[in-house]
Nanobody, 126 residues
Framework: QVQLVESGGGLVQAGDSLRLSCAAS????????MGWFRQAPGKEREFVAT????????YYADSVKGRFTISRDNAKNTVYLQMNSLKPEDTAVYYCAADSIPWRNSNTNGVGFRSWGQGTQVTVSS
């Protein structure tokens, strides 16, 4: 079965950077898009970014555009989220997800993503 394992979360100060990783197994990683989502306490899950199968195409939520970068290494079956200039409002559990199609450039609130990781906590202090 598909397994997605996130890592790299932690406690940082505002303005710091973090790099999240998501290692995938049990799927043909290189043919599917991947996404990052987050959920803060008491809030609904929020779309963060998606990346197409080849890594060329990316799409971001307005709230992270210019600060976060999604990338992937198909040789390592891994997707990354580089987070710079972190803000307290970025505090959340971050989840990676495997899409059911090679690429999408819209926010579907996670609809269409077929597998999800267990998440990694990111806490940004002010």
């Amino acid at each position: 079965q598909v397994q997605l394992v996130e890592s790299g979360g932690g406690l940082v100060q505002a303005g710091d950077s973090l790099r999240l990783s998501c290692a995938a197994s049990g799927l043909t990683f290189s043919v599917y898009g991947m996404g990052w989502f987050r959920q803060a306490p008491g809030k609904e899950r929020e779309f963060v970014a998606t990346i197409g199968w080849s890594g060329v195409y990316t799409y971001y939520a307005d709230s992270v555009k210019g600060r976060f970068t999604i990338s992937r290494d198909n040789a390592k079956n891994t997707v990354y989220l580089q987070m710079n200039s972190l803000k307290p409002e970025d505090t959340a559990v971050y989840y990676c997800a495997a899409d059911s199609i090679p690429w999408r450039n819209s926010n579907t609130n996670g609809v269409g993503f077929r597998s999800w990781g267990q998440g990694t906590q990111v806490t940004v202090s002010s």
